[in-house]
């Protein structure tokens, strides 16, 4: 059974830092190109980046230089450090196993359940 455990989200203030985490099951990332995914409220589910097993990351623009993708094959995890943190920022963010690189929302396999991060102004 496939399983995507995400932790480490909060609230912060502007420009604060935080951490997620990503327990994965299996051999996904061996599989597939893994990555992190936000959805705001009423706003549509949008990628953040992504990491193929021996590659080079991806990363959206708008968190490019702020938000680092990386990945312990060894431990199945998956994590993002996300620092300069904005309340753009805010929303649900999800781990996930997708079958291409795009950060498409549609290439995705597997889902977390997710995990919110709030950030005040």
């Known amino acids: 059974q496939v399983q995507l455990v995400e932790s480490g989200g909060g609230s912060v203030q502007t420009g604060g830092s935080l951490r997620l985490s990503c327990a994965a099951s299996g051999s996904l990332f061996s599989r597939y190109y893994m990555g992190w995914f936000r959805q705001a409220p009423g706003k549509e589910r949008e990628g953040v980046a992504g990491?193929?097993?021996?590659?080079?990351?991806t990363y959206a623009a708008y968190v490019k230089g702020r938000f680092t993708i990386s990945q312990d094959i060894a431990k199945n995890m998956l994590y993002l450090e996300m620092r300069d943190l904005k309340p753009e920022d805010t929303g649900m963010y999800y781990c996930?196993?997708?079958?291409?690189?795009?950060?498409?929302?549609?290439?995705?396999?597997?889902w977390g359940q997710g995990t919110q991060v709030t950030v005040s102004s």
């Open positions: 996930a196993a997708m079958r291409r690189r795009q950060l498409s929302p549609r290439d995705v396999e597997y």
């Open positions: 990491i193929p097993s021996n590659g080079v990351p």
